[in-house]
């Protein structure tokens, strides 16, 4: 799995800065045609905004941010081209939905979605200084999917930390991985679905929460299926179809 794309992520946000407003649907749409360009939308405090980035070409970077959102929608589509790396990060959010859409290949994307965490019940008085403790905010009802269904060397990763979140990747050709991570916290079900298509593929499964649900879908040789989930209510299936393939389930 790239770690380029974080980085990339990161020093987007960071040049543009982090900003605040008052809840409002806001709606943000990029179109870059070309090679070797750089998009990033972020919004802050909104409900029921959109964000949608539509690239066509090579070597593009596109960071999607989202914090303290209701029911919003973060959309991203590599139409044609190679090595594009695509990032959206959804935090402190409810019922917010992120796909992204890759026909090209040798692509990375990584969506994160969860809570934020903050620092509360610090401060100071004559008497001294006393520290805060962190309360963490979870994410509830998030949606995230990711379709890599041409060409072949994809990177696909989901992280997803809250309750009733459902993941899913799509990818079809050789050589792709597929990464899901989610850790429920409260008692909805959490949901992991990953279908690959072609040879030498791998696709991971973690899992911790209550009332988990684990799906891989493999057909053709030499892929490689993992699942592992934590704590209670678990269910994971794993089908297989054509040779040399490896699957294994763990449960706790």
Same mark, same amino acid.
């Given at each position: 799995m790239s770690i380029k794309l974080t980085a990339v992520a990161l020093g987007v946000t960071l040049a543009f800065g982090a900003a /605040?407003?008052?809840?409002?649907?806001?709606n943000a749409t990029i179109y870059q045609n070309g090679w070797g360009n750089? /998009? /990033?939308?972020e919004q802050y405090g909104n409900i029921n905004a959109t964000a949608t980035v539509n690239t066509y $070409?090579?070597?593009?970077?596109?960071? @999607? @941010?989202?914090?303290? =959102?209701?029911? =919003? =929608?973060?959309t991203i589509n590599t139409n044609w081209g190679n090595n594009n790396d695509n990032y959206i990060s959804q935090r402190d959010v409810t019922g917010s939905s992120a796909t992204v859409y890759q026909a090209a290949s040798f692509s990375d994307v990584v969506i994160e979605q969860g809570g934020t965490t903050s620092t509360v019940?610090? $401060?100071?008085? &004559?008497? $001294?200084? &006393?520290? $805060?403790?962190?309360? !963490? @905010?979870?994410? !509830?009802?998030?949606?995230?999917?990711?379709?890599?269904l041409s060409g072949w060397g994809h990177d696909a990763y989901i992280g997803q930390t809250g309750h009733n979140v459902t993941g899913t990747i799509n990818q079809s050709g050789h050589k792709n991985e597929a990464v899901i991570l989610q850790r429920g916290t409260g008692g909805d079900p959490d949901s992991a679905i990953i279908t690959q298509s072609g040879g030498h593929n791998k696709a991971s499964v973690d899992q911790y929460g209550k009332g988990l649900n684990a799906t891989v879908l493999q057909q053709g040789s030499y892929n490689v299926a993992t699942v592992t989930q934590r704590n209670s209510g678990q269910n994971a299936s794993v089908t297989q179809v054509g040779n040399f393939n490896k699957a294994n389930v763990v449960q706790h």
């Open positions: /605040s407003g008052a809840m409002a649907a806001n750089d /998009s /990033s939308i $070409g090579n070597m593009n970077d596109n960071v @999607v @941010v989202q914090q303290d =959102t209701m029911a =919003t =929608t973060a019940g610090g $401060g100071c008085n &004559w008497f $001294g200084c &006393w520290p $805060g403790h962190p309360v !963490t @905010v979870d994410g !509830t009802n998030q949606v995230a999917a990711v379709n890599q």
